[in-house]
């Protein structure tokens, strides 16, 4: 027979198993700047990623930022505006990232397109991202004049440029978000990585 102390203990052992969980650990957070040119589908995919109405994009002026969930971590993402006269200003606002996105139109003009290599090689080399994982979505693949991802590869040079970088280029489009966010836990992997073995680099 149980005495009324034991019958307690267990009840009580009982209800804390049962009741008494907890909050789950919180996801780790990451800091990442998100660039490209006008155009290039920046706040589109980000916005989708947040589930939010595509209707209410807006062309960005400036930056925006977004806290975009996904199941092991939140990636806090600044946006930088893509136009002419603001990416000059970019550099300002990488100062305290931990990754970078870059997202480009696969299907632009060949002048933008070289400004978006040029812009890219840019950030690669500038000292705060040069040592930061890269994802780099090649995107508006949905469309006919889209270059492949091989001929990105190679016209943007990424081989012998980001040779030793821990870099991703994916093709995308925003009919494909599952595709989207398989690539974001790639670059998620690579963040937790570099936080587990910070003297790597
Ligand atoms: N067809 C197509 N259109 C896209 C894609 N991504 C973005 N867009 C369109 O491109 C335009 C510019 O997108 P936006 O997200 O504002 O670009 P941002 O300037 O880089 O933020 C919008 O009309 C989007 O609907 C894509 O993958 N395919
Ligand atoms: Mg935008």
New binding site residues.
């Given amino acids: 027979m149980l005495g009324r102390i034991d019958q307690l203990s267990i009840f009580y052992k009982c209800f804390k198993a049962l009741c008494c969980k907890g909050p789950p650990p919180p996801r780790p957070e990451y800091d990442l700047v998100c660039i490209?040119?006008?155009?290039?589908?920046?706040?589109?995919?980000l916005?989708q990623l947040c589930s939010e109405n595509?209707e209410n994009?807006v062309?960005?002026t400036g930056f925006s930022i977004k806290a975009v969930p996904f199941q092991n971590a939140v990636l806090n993402v600044k946006?930088l505006?893509?136009a002419d006269t603001i990416r000059k200003y970019w550099s300002r606002y990488y100062q305290g990232s931990q990754g970078v996105i870059f997202?480009l139109d696969s299907a632009s003009s060949e002048d933008d397109l070289e400004t978006a290599r040029n812009e890219l090689h840019s950030a690669l080399q500038h000292p705060q991202l040069c040592t930061l994982p890269f994802l780099i979505l090649a995107?508006?693949?949905?469309?006919p004049a889209a270059r492949s991802v091989q001929e990105i590869k190679k016209y943007f040079e990424l081989e012998p440029l980001a040779r030793g970088k821990r870099w991703i280029l994916k093709p995308?489009?925003?009919?494909d978000m599952e595709a989207v966010k398989d690539s974001f836990t790639l670059l998620i992997n690579l963040l937790e990585e570099r936080e587990l073995e910070p003297s790597r680099m």
Wanted: aromatic share 0%; charged share 20%.
């Fill in positions: 490209g040119l006008t155009g290039s589908g920046k706040t589109s995919l916005s595509p994009i062309s960005t946006e505006g893509g997202v995107n508006h693949q949905d469309k995308c489009s925003l009919d």
